[in-house]
């Protein structure tokens, strides 16, 4: 058990740029999750995927936000035309839920800074 | 629309005293709760769970307690150690949902 991994951990980018993050989830995890935390603030749900099936998406994911888990394994999280406001930390957790005792796993997390 | 607060930022303790952090929620959907602890440029740990069908659940020095009628919870560290520092987060979920929303958080500083 490597724990959950993100990739990069760090990124800078220009405003109008494209970005796009990794998660590798813990092995044999079925369920996957996107947070989004800014200073002072709680991670924000963002969206989760069930093996490959992206079930909910937020209302703070815009349409410049795209995420995909396309084998059920891995996922990626794309944020096209980059805003000064999209600066944050994206956290990644997965998890294996079994009966009512799911707990999500988070990764260190990709902080993002949009200059 | 902040449905889980948690409304001290902060709290200072002395090392080898209790802890007591809160947490007050809207949403009486909610029916699993969680307990994260983060430290810097790491992702949050998790720490410990409730289910509403109790309303006391306790793992070594963490005790947390719920108050469902009025939609409060607590953790409770005890005694406090120095390594305890960090951000702690609850984050409550409706069963089926699979949708944690957390709290803005408490950052606990325990004193040597």
């Known amino acids: 058990d490597t724990g959950v991994s993100q990739d990069p951990r760090h990124k800078i980018t220009k405003r109008g740029q494209n970005v796009t993050f990794r998660c590798d989830p813990i092995?044999?995890?079925?369920?996957l999750y996107w947070y989004r935390q800014t200073l002072g603030q709680g991670p924000e749900f963002l969206t989760y995927?069930?093996?490959?099936?992206?079930?909910?998406k937020s209302r703070l994911l815009s349409d410049r936000f795209s995420a995909e888990r396309p084998k059920g394994s891995f996922s990626t999280l794309e944020i096209q035309r980059t805003e000064q406001g999209d600066s944050a930390m994206y956290l990644c957790?997965?998890?294996?839920?079994?009966?009512?005792?799911?707990?999500?796993?988070f990764g260190s997390g990709t902080q993002l800074s949009v200059l | 629309d902040q449905q889980v607060k948690q409304n001290s930022p902060s709290l200072s303790v002395q090392e080898g005293r209790i802890s007591i952090l809160n947490c007050d929620y809207t949403?009486?959907?909610?029916?699993?709760f969680l307990w994260y602890k983060k430290y810097p440029a790491e992702g949050p740990t998790f720490l410990i769970s409730?289910?509403?069908?109790?309303d006391k659940n306790e793992d070594g020095r963490f005790t947390v307690f719920l108050n469902k009628s009025a939609k409060h919870l607590s953790l409770h560290i005890v005694p406090s150690q120095p390594g305890d520092s960090a951000v702690y987060f609850c984050?409550?979920?409706?069963?089926?949902?699979?949708?944690?929303?957390f709290g803005t958080g408490t950052r606990l500083k325990v004193l040597a």
């Open positions: 092995s044999e995890h079925n369920r």
């Open positions: 984050a409550p979920c409706t069963s089926g949902t699979y949708k944690y929303i």
């Open positions: 995927f069930q093996n490959e099936a992206q079930l909910e």
């Open positions: 949403n009486s959907m909610f029916d699993y």
């Open positions: 409730i289910s509403s069908i109790k």
């Open positions: 957790a997965s998890s294996l839920p079994t009966g009512n005792n799911e707990k999500l796993f």
